[in-house]
């Protein structure tokens, strides 16, 4: 996604003089584009990670429309407090983008995944964070984020590979029909549900935008019938998708339902490898990701 960024930003930038870019020093073999395009409007804060986001608060409080890039963990988790009291309390047009949401730098270990960015954002005051399924999202992405005065928070991953066509990028999108189950997941990682064995038994949706303030009444009406919830994400359950759901369920549904949760539970093994490693042993890929949601189908296995 971040290729797909990084085009969407070049191509668009020349409209709007506002827009200025700032990375924590990272972006190599990737933002040159970019640097030579917009020339002075292009900001290498260094690695000062609670500087670059101060800096781009004051940035917009003048007027600019800063875009902050780093790794995922480098541009949420380190600058928080700044985030928070700088960006989010001021109600600020920062545009904060973090590469590799997720497990999404596999090897490089714990320190550089990430699997709290969107509860940790999504909680920020007038936050709204973006989670594109596939590479095709990022255009409309970059246009919303544009739009929005509000902070925003984008999360890159591994764009998502699938055959079939899907709707336009938008807070909640039905990607296919299904009777046994409904299947409601966020990022690329839905992927692996998509193309499953037993795909053709589920009703997939994607949510791309977060908070998440309803749940839209064809689901409801889908989970009356099917009692069946199946939750997925790359990321820990705490704060994200699932507690999200689980809630507006109990507010919004009139019948008793089962939901199953595949999301990240960190590092079950204690070592480290490529992004899919840390999916496959958290269920979220592979034979686990079969077994898992089979029984849950009353599928025998």
């Known amino acids: 996604m971040r ?17 200025l870019f700032i990375t924590g020093d990272l972006g190599f073999m990737a933002l040159e584009k970019l640097q030579q395009k917009i020339g002075e409007r292009f900001i290498n804060a260094g690695i000062a990670e609670q500087n670059m986001v101060t800096i781009a608060a004051a940035l917009a409080y003048e007027g600019f429309i800063p875009w902050i890039y780093s790794i995922s963990p480098f541009v949420t988790l380190r600058p928080y407090e700044q985030i928070r009291n700088n960006v989010c309390l001021h109600k600020l047009p920062v545009k904060i983008v973090g590469n590799g949401g997720g ?19 999504r909680i920020l005051p007038n936050m709204v964070v973006y989670v594109p399924f596939t590479d095709s999202d990022i255009h409309d992405v970059v246009q919303l984020m544009n739009k929005d005065a509000n902070p925003n928070y984008l999360r ?11 709707p336009p990028f938008q807070q909640w999108r039905k990607i296919k029909e299904g009777k046994k189950a409904i299947v409601i997941g966020t990022g690329p990682v839905v992927e692996n549900i998509i193309n499953s064995e037993f795909a053709e038994e589920l009703e997939i949706w994607i949510v791309g935008i977060f908070p998440v303030i309803n749940i839209p009444y064809e689901i409801i009406q889908s989970l009356n019938n099917s009692r069946k919830l199946i939750i997925v994400e790359e990321h820990t359950g705490q704060c994200s998708l699932r507690e999200t759901i689980s809630y507006l ?5 009139t019948t008793s339902i089962k939901i199953h949760s595949l999301s990240a539970n960190g590092y079950p093994s204690g070592k480290y490898g490529d992004q899919l490693f840390h999916q496959i042993e958290n269920e979220l890929a ?4 079969n077994t898992s949601v089979k029984k849950f189908l009353d599928i025998i296995v």
Request: glycine share 12%; proline share 0%; hydrophobic share 35%.
């Open 103 to 121: 497990y999404g730098y596999g090897i490089m270990g714990s320190t550089h995944h990430n699997i709290e960015d969107i509860g940790a954002m």
């Open 3 to 19: 290729k797909a960024f990084v085009d969407s930003l070049s191509s668009q930038i020349d409209n709007h003089e506002k827009w």
């Open 249 to 253: 369920i109990i507010n919004q549904l």
């Open 156 to 166: 890159l991953n591994t764009g998502a590979k699938i055959k079939q066509t899907i």
């Open 286 to 289: 592979g034979e686990g990701l």
